[in-house]
């Protein structure tokens, strides 16, 4: 089995792995440190993390039965997979996508099978179709905005996948507050939540700015929450992480506030790869995918010799030559796009 690798190299400008540029707010960690001294060490903490799943389903508009909090978004996918996947069962993703959902499901023991995006990477909703239909997975993983293409799946594709999936349809929206559409809020104005068999995926790690807390959640039907209850491992979420989870989201504007510069540097960037011998696709996410044209081999190494990193996707499949940049503060921009345009040159005009 090949592992999951995220390869690091020391470069000053950091754009690979999708990370927040920004420090989060210096009254949250005057938060962290009151945390710090308020709890109770000597105690177990809150198996049902009920404050934290709490102020989740009021951000939300969903009951707190409706939350589930793990350590990261990849051990929520670890558990619903553990849940609902495993020996004997099946699991379908749409490819290129985010490659932990098939390979935390094989770690199940689950067997993966994969429709394929078309070239320019959207979904074609035969293909969605034809896979659940072949192959009646109990678990369906579309991502939105797709990682690493960046782009926000079609409410008509998501709806085809409920209506013929015979399982779970999981959502991973990681990126969502990138962008402008969210199955959260669809889910609850038609207050199917609790009807369907819809899983909706979320994390800190990028929006938040808190990659290094380790703090993920599901909005799922309260059965689901339930059943992914029992399958975890009891008091999984710490005290501290349970604490201070919770006071960040007390920082809902200072957030959205991070993600209207990132979107808005998004912008920016798209308007510089227009002008540059690449092609690109649009992102609703804090990342762009890229190919340099017409050859451009050996531009990832090339950008770490500027001391720019990225995400070299060349390898993965239906990605041949393409890279992932994150969307980065200003400056970090900037330099990329300089080094870029060093290694590329400008687009021929026509
Ligand atoms: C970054 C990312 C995650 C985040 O995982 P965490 O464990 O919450 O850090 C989940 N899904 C996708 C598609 C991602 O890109």
Redesign the pocket.
């Given at each position: 089995m090949e592992k999951y690798h995220s390869p690091q190299v020391d470069a000053f400008v950091r754009l690979n792995t999708?990370e927040s540029p920004f420090p989060v707010p210096a009254q949250w960690i005057d938060d962290v440190h009151r945390a710090v001294d308020s709890v109770a060490w000597n105690r177990y903490p809150d198996r049902s993390a009920r404050a934290l799943r709490e102020s989740l389903a009021r951000r939300h508009g969903v009951s707190t039965e409706n939350v589930f909090v793990a350590n990261?978004?990849?051990?929520v996918l670890q558990t619903l997979l553990l849940t609902y996947a495993g020996a004997g069962r099946t699991v379908a993703t749409f490819e290129p996508t985010?490659q932990?959902h098939s390979h935390i499901a094989r770690i199940s023991g689950a067997r993966v099978v994969h429709g394929n995006r078309k070239p320019d990477f959207s979904l074609d909703v035969h293909e969605i179709r034809r896979v659940l239909k072949e192959h009646t997975p109990h678990v369906t993983f579309l991502?939105s905005p797709n990682?690493p293409t960046g782009q926000v799946e079609p409410r008509g594709n998501v709806d085809a996948a409920i209506a013929s999936a015979p399982g779970l349809v999981v959502v991973?929206e990681?990126?969502a507050e990138f962008s402008n559409f969210s199955m959260i809020d669809v889910l609850r104005d038609e207050g199917t939540l609790d009807a369907g068999s819809v899983v909706v995926?979320r994390?800190?790690?990028?929006t938040w700015s808190l990659?290094a807390l380790?703090l993920?959640y599901a909005i799922a039907p309260a059965e689901v929450v339930a059943h992914m209850n029992e399958v975890v491992l009891p008091y999984h979420l710490d005290a501290l992480k349970l604490a201070i989870g919770e006071a960040a989201l007390g920082y809902v504007d200072e957030m959205n506030a991070r993600v209207a510069g990132i979107v808005s540097e998004r912008e920016r960037l798209v308007e510089s790869f227009r002008r540059l011998n690449v092609e690109f696709w649009d992102s609703g996410a804090n990342f762009i995918l890229f190919r340099p044209l017409p050859d451009a081999p050996g531009t990832w190494q090339k950008l770490v010799d500027r001391s720019v990193l990225v995400r070299d996707c060349s390898s993965w499949n239906g990605l041949d030559g393409c890279l992932r940049v994150t969307i980065g503060s200003r400056t970090e921009n900037s330099s990329f796009v300089e080094a870029l345009t060093d290694i590329v040159g400008i687009r021929p005009s026509k």
């Open positions: 999708n990261g978004s990849n051990e985010y932990l991502c990682n991973d990681a990126y995926t994390t800190f790690s990028k990659a380790r993920g």
